[in-house]
T-cell receptor, first 115, second 112 residues
Framework: EPEVTQTPSHQVTQMGQEVILRCVPI?????FYWYRQILGQKVEFLVS????????KSEIFDDQFSVERPDGSNFTLKIRSTKLEDSAMYFC?????????????FGPGTRLTVL | DQQVKQNSPSLSVQEGRISILNCDYT??????FLWYKKYPAEGPTFLIS?????DKNEDGRFTVFLNKSAKHLSLHIVPSQPGDSAVYFC???????????FGQGTTLQVKP
C-alpha cells in the first residue's frame, strides 16, 4: 500500500540553526501539506502546496518557514532559524485532490527538538 | 483556536462493548468531517469521514454520526477490540480548502 515517508524520524538542532525536514508524498498525489503537533497539543495546519505554489498557510507559517518541491518526489519544510518553540512533531500529508473531501494520508512524522 | 473540540481526553471500554467518541465544532462553514486514529510514533491514519449532507456513514465496525443542528459528531466502534486502543482525532474541513482543523484527541483504551 502506498505511504507517505518522512526523514529524519528525529532531528535535534541548536536554536538559531536551519533545519530541513523531508517528505516523500504518495506518488500520484498532487496536493501536499505540513502539520505540526507540539507535545500535548492539537495537530495544527501549517501549509498546503499545489503546483509548486503555496495554496494556503496558517499564522504559524511565518517568514522563518518555507516549503519546496525540489524534484518530482520530495517535499521539504525548511525552518530558517529555529526557536525553542519550534520543537514539535512535524507531519507531512498528501492527497489526490485539494478539497478536504479527499482523504489526506499522513507520514509518520519528524520529531524536531530545538535546544 | 477551539473550532473543533473533543472534550473527553480519555475513554476506557471493555472488549466487545461499544466505544463512543464525541466531537463538537463551532464553525458552520465546515462541511466535511473525518476521524483519524493515531498510534504512538506513527502519523494519523484515516478511519472514516462524513459529508455534511449526510447524518450517518458506516464502514464495518465504525460508524460516524453527524448532528448538524447540534454541531456534534460521534464515532461508534462496535464491537471494540484491544487493537482499537489508540488516540482518535476528529478533524473538520471545508470543500474549498484542504486545510483540516483537528480536535485535541481522545485516547481510547479497550481492555481485554
Amino acid at each position: 500500500e502506498p505511504e507517505v515517508t518522512q526523514t529524519p524520524s528525529h532531528q535535534v538542532t541548536q536554536m538559531g540553526q536551519e533545519v530541513i525536514l523531508r517528505c516523500v508524498p504518495i506518488s500520484n498525489h498532487l496536493y501536499f501539506y505540513w502539520y505540526r503537533q507540539i507535545l500535548g497539543q492539537k495537530v495544527e495546519f501549517l501549509v498546503s502546496f499545489y503546483n509548486n505554489e503555496i495554496s494556503e498557510k496558517s499564522e504559524i507559517f511565518d517568514d522563518q518557514f518555507s516549503v519546496e518541491r525540489p524534484d518530482g518526489s520530495n517535499f521539504t519544510l525548511k525552518i530558517r532559524s529555529t526557536k525553542l518553540e519550534d520543537s514539535a512533531m512535524y507531519f507531512c500529508a498528501s492527497s489526490a485532490q485539494a478539497s478536504s473531501y479527499n482523504e489526506q494520508f499522513f507520514g509518520p512524522g519528524t520529531r524536531l527538538t530545538v535546544l | 483556536d477551539q473550532q473543533v473540540k473533543q472534550n473527553s481526553p480519555s475513554l476506557s471500554v471493555q472488549e466487545g462493548r461499544i466505544s463512543i467518541l464525541n466531537c463538537d465544532y463551532t464553525n458552520s462553514m465546515f462541511d466535511y468531517f473525518l476521524w483519524y486514529k493515531k498510534y504512538p510514533a506513527e502519523g494519523p491514519t484515516f478511519l472514516i469521514s462524513i459529508s455534511s449532507i449526510k447524518d450517518k456513514n458506516e464502514d464495518g465496525r465504525f460508524t460516524v454520526f453527524l448532528n448538524k443542528s447540534a454541531k456534534h459528531l460521534s464515532l461508534h466502534i462496535v464491537p471494540s477490540q484491544p487493537g482499537d486502543s489508540a488516540v482518535y482525532f476528529c478533524a473538520a474541513g471545508s470543500s474549498n480548502t484542504g486545510k483540516l482543523i483537528f480536535g485535541q484527541g481522545t485516547t481510547l483504551q479497550v481492555k481485554p
